[in-house]
């Protein structure tokens, strides 16, 4: 029984509009080298051994063009549910955690909007959480970041040594983001991450490396260096 124990389920916001992309068609359906960004998505979920099961939140309303879309016209190696998100990305991972099975040990939280992630950096992220129970992949800042006031005056510099910029996967046991959630709802508190919910609890976060790779698509010059990126990728599978 212990490997029924140790099931790892992936949860996937992809229920956002894309408001910053000034699209039409929402964000997880701009196609990149011609197929959907969620199909990226996905595949590096399915294709990660230790994830047990996949299940994505879309649109309220669009669970059928993301079936006919995405599910239908691509193969992917394991069964991926999908369900209608909230208004909000926190509501939509609420409404995903409630579709989590009982017999689950870890939660993976990765958001649709990240079709760069690897396999590697998932299963990484899942041995960190088995041994830290709470993960988050994350990258050093690369900028120099300040503080401003409202007149756009700096107020300080942030030492940038020990800042980090955060990603998903965010990774934890089950136990613990579902009590996160459940608080958080409870305290009318809005995080914008996982991660948050998580630290309020007090409750230690571990950083596991992640890459400059895994973007999070967001404004429309992402896209270009999203195709950018598949396209090297594609180009280095082939060489080898
Ligand atoms: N998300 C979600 N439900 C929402 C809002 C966002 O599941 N109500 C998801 C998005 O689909 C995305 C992830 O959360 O995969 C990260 O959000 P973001 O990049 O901000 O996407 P959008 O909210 O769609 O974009 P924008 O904020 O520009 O509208
Ligand atoms: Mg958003």
């Known amino acids: 029984m212990a490997q029924l124990t140790m099931k790892t389920i992936a949860i996937v916001p992809a229920a956002g509009t894309g ?19 969620l199909y990226y998505t996905l595949t590096a979920l399915a294709s990660t051994p230790s994830i047990a099961q996949i299940i994505v939140a879309v649109a309220p309303g669009d669970e059928e063009f993301c079936q006919q879309q995405v599910l239908e016209k691509f193969h992917f190696k ?12 926190q509501e939509s991972v609420s409404r995903l955690l409630e579709r989590v099975p009982d017999e689950a040990h870890l939660v993976l939280v990765h958001d649709g909007a990240r079709p760069l992630i690897t396999s590697e950096l998932l299963e990484q992220a899942i041995a960190e959480t088995r041994v830290w129970k709470a993960t988050v992949l994350a990258v050093p800042v690369k900028d120099t970041i300040k503080a401003a006031n409202d007149a756009l005056q700096i107020e300080k510099t942030i030492s940038r040594e020990r800042l980090w910029a955060i990603q ?39 950083i ?8 999070k698509v967001t404004t429309p010059e992402d896209l270009i260096v999203a195709e950018a990126l598949l396209k090297k990728r594609r180009n280095n599978r082939r060489d080898r």
């Open 168 to 206: 998903t996967p965010q990774t934890f046991e089950r136990s613990i983001i579902g009590e996160a959630h459940q608080r958080a709802r409870q305290q009318g508190f809005i995080g914008t991450d996982d991660a948050a919910l998580v630290e309020r609890m007090g409750v230690q976060v571990k």
């Open 78 to 89: 394991k069964n991926i549910q999908i369900i209608a998100g909230g208004s909000s990305r």
């Open 208 to 215: 596991v490396m992640g890459s400059y790779d895994n973007i």
């Open 19 to 37: 408001e910053r992309m000034g699209n039409n068609r929402k964000k997880p359906y701009l196609l990149l080298n011609e197929r959907p960004l």
